[in-house]
């Protein structure tokens, strides 16, 4: 069964940083555009950003542009986010989200677009 994994959560401090990293229990990622999301405290679940087969990246989020960005690593499999100059309101729970697709230029902003979905990471922004 395709499942997805994330890891790389934790406690930081303002300002601070976190890669977090999101691998499947098995086949590749090369065929699926990958979403990352956030869901804070009280909050529904946002779309943050994507990536597409081929290495685009789309933001959904004004905030985490120039903070955040997301790249694939294909030796590892894997897709990771990089979390830098972190905020407080960063704060909640992050999962990772495939689709598989055909285009290698697209990306998904809504959540009900992915099929499969990771278990989600706490990361937690403070002082």
């Known amino acids: 069964q395709f499942q997805l994994v994330e890891s790389g959560g934790g406690l930081v401090q303002p300002g601070g940083s976190l890669r977090l990293s999101c691998a499947p229990s098995?086949?590749?990622?090369?065929?699926?555009?990958i979403g990352w999301f956030r869901q804070a405290p009280g909050k529904e679940r946002e779309g943050l950003l994507c990536?597409?087969?081929?290495?685009?990246?789309?933001y959904y989020t004004d905030s985490v542009k120039g903070r955040f960005t997301v790249f694939r690593d294909t030796a590892k499999n894997t897709v990771n986010l990089q979390m830098n100059s972190l905020k407080p309101k960063t704060t909640g729970i992050y999962y990772c989200?495939?689709?598989?697709?055909?285009?290698?230029?697209?990306?998904?902003?809504?959540?009900?677009?992915?099929?499969?979905w990771g278990q989600g990471t706490q990361v937690t922004v403070s002082s």
């Open positions: 989200a495939a689709i598989i697709t055909n285009s290698g230029y697209r990306c998904y902003e809504g959540a009900t677009e992915y099929a499969y």
């Open positions: 098995e086949f590749t990622l090369n065929n699926y555009a």
């Open positions: 990536i597409t087969r081929t290495g685009l990246k789309t």
